[in-house]
């Protein structure tokens, strides 16, 4: 039994007071541009995944509670949280920092585009 | 030459107490070199080693386990067979695989215990008896053994099931495969195993992929805990794992991995002498021979690597048979186990090349991997042997996701595989 807290109402409860939303970080790139979504972005978008043995980054819905999307730091193998952070916000630096693989590839790829923006 | 299994094979060893069995299989050292390897030694991967010997002579291959054989979903699943699914790709390989279960003891010479008592899969709202009444048309096309049953006859095949029509999802009715039925999963994969062996293939176990190493756009060779083994046919049949794998070939896949619980009863005596599904409440059960209930359900709904799943899942299940089969309820549950599931979001499998060539996937089997491992083993074993698709598993390939070309059995087989 996971045991979820919600960042936004501060609720705390167990699984089924949640909703699993699946990977996070996920962006439509048709809400980007539109005119020039290739077969292969849609793809991805729609269905290549993210699927880490070990820290991986999600989405959850605090269903009973403030209802509100959030995201969270879960390890697939401990199923232990690592941390609860809003809809429009990237994880703890601290928590990036232990990201492997195509996760770490993500945050070096966002945090540089942000710090160039 | 291995000795043949028979009933002089038995009497002569009940003779010397069972003390001079032969091994099933060899445990050899990795050659330095094979004409193809499959990794992961489950009932798909055992399969397609087992027809690459036979069907296509390729003898000098390996399986690479990283536990033991027939130790992941292999072991874990509630051993369902059919072959009724909705869209046209599905029966073909599925049917496939069913047909070659029929004679598979024979075929192995190992008893798979294959035990077509039929499959029964209740309709308890209209949708879903709408639902199962298209599948009924689709599968009559295609030639399948497949019938609607009445809300009467479901009782008379399941006496157990409650006919009340007052309870909250009554039985409408059900539709019923009388061909398809049950295995024994671990024989499954000891009879591959067995016959894959005599043949020459190389099973090893024990043994961690840890990377696949390529030169250009081809493999040629893969790294494990024990050693380097050279190849230019790498075949990843790896179920829950097949995202880590495939990322040691920069492959990323449409897979998410989740477990799947599975649990069983105190034996009792013989109450259900078919596979019961009941979708819309959402769980499956049977009996074994041994007499225990064997019932699952779904998936946890979050990914998932530790083979142990969430007491919800579970609760949801057995709540949904309770209220099916109202005798159950005083049952104690002996064990209760779960399985990493790789699931893709059409819910059907994966059987195909990759764009880095040499490399072959067949994954995504999701939940309901078990009744296709014959059929699964046939196509891909065909596939890597000639390097092209085999046209039951042409329409599997990965290209599907960003042509668009999806196989939707998510909403064909409601929940349950």
């Not at chain 2, 386990?65 to 874990?76: A, D, I, P, Q, S």
């Not at chain 2, 909250?168 to 019923?176: D, E, N, Q």
């Amino acid at each position: 039994m996971l045991v979820v807290k919600c960042p936004v109402c501060g609720a705390e409860g167990d699984e089924t007071d949640f909703h699993a939303g699946g990977q996070a970080h996920v962006r439509r790139p048709a809400s980007h541009d539109p005119a020039h979504v290739s077969d292969e972005e849609q793809r991805d978008y729609l269905f290549i995944r993210i699927n880490p043995k070990g820290l991986h980054f999600e989405r959850w819905r605090c269903d009973r509670g403030c209802g509100k999307w959030f995201h969270a730091a879960r390890d697939t193998v401990t199923l232990e949280f690592k941390a609860f952070y809003g809809i429009t916000e990237l994880p703890p630096a601290d928590v990036i920092a232990e990201a492997k693989g195509q996760w770490a590839e993500y945050f070096a790829k966002r945090l540089k585009a942000e710090k160039q923006a | 030459m291995k000795p043949r299994y028979s009933l002089f094979s038995l009497a002569r060893n009940a003779m010397n107490y069972h003390k001079d069995w032969e091994r099933a299989w060899r445990s050899p050292n990795p050659k330095p070199e094979y004409d193809a390897v499959i990794i992961g030694a489950g009932g798909h991967g055992l399969a397609s080693a087992y027809y690459l010997a036979k069907n296509h002579k390729m003898t000098n291959i390996a399986v690479i386990e990283k536990g033991w054989l027939g130790g992941g979903n292999t072991g874990r699943n509630t051993t369902i067979i059919r072959s009724n699914y909705l869209q046209d790709p599905s029966i073909a390989i599925y049917e496939l695989a069913r047909s070659l279960y029929e004679d598979l003891s024979q075929d192995l010479n190992y008893n798979v215990m294959f035990s077509p008592r039929g499959v029964l899969m209740l309709c308890q709202t209209q949708h879903e008896f709408r639902a199962f009444q298209r599948t009924a048309h689709a599968n009559r096309l295609a030639g399948l053994d497949c019938r609607m049953v009445t809300p009467q006859e479901v009782k008379e095949i399941v006496p157990i099931v409650n006919d009340d029509p007052n309870c909250r999802y009554p039985i409408l009715g059900a539709y019923y495969q009388p061909r398809g039925g049950t295995g024994r999963h671990d024989a499954v994969a000891w009879g591959y195993a067995r016959g894959a062996d005599a043949m020459g293939v190389d099973i090893i176990q024990n043994c961690e992929v840890t990377g696949i190493q390529r030169d250009g756009g081809r493999v040629t060779g893969i790294e494990t805990t024990r050693g380097v083994i050279r190849t230019r046919k790498i075949g990843v049949v790896t179920a829950g794992h097949v995202s880590t794998i495939m990322d040691m070939a920069g492959v990323r896949m449409p897979i998410e991995s989740q477990c799947l619980q599975a649990l069983v009863s105190e034996p009792i005596k013989p109450v259900i002498d078919c596979v019961v599904m009941a979708n819309t409440v959402h769980g499956y059960i049977s009996q074994s021979d041994k007499g225990e209930l064997v019932i699952g359900g779904g998936t946890d709904p979050y990914n998932n690597y530790s083979q142990r799943g969430s007491f919800p899942a579970l609760e949801h299940t057995v709540t949904a048979l309770v209220e099916t089969f109202p005798i159950i309820s005083r049952l104690r549950m002996l064990r209760l186990w779960g399985g990493i599931v790789d699931m893709t979001g059409d819910r059907s499998p994966i059987i195909s090349k990759t764009p880095v060539e040499g490399l072959y996937v067949n994954c995504g089997w999701g939940t309901g991997g078990f009744k296709a491992i014959p059929g699964s083993g046939w196509v891909f074993a065909d596939t890597i042997a000639n390097d092209r698709p085999h046209p039951i598993a042409e329409p599997f390939g990965l290209n599907r996701f960003q042509e668009g070309r999806l196989i939707d059995e998510s909403v064909a087989a409601a929940v349950a595989h």
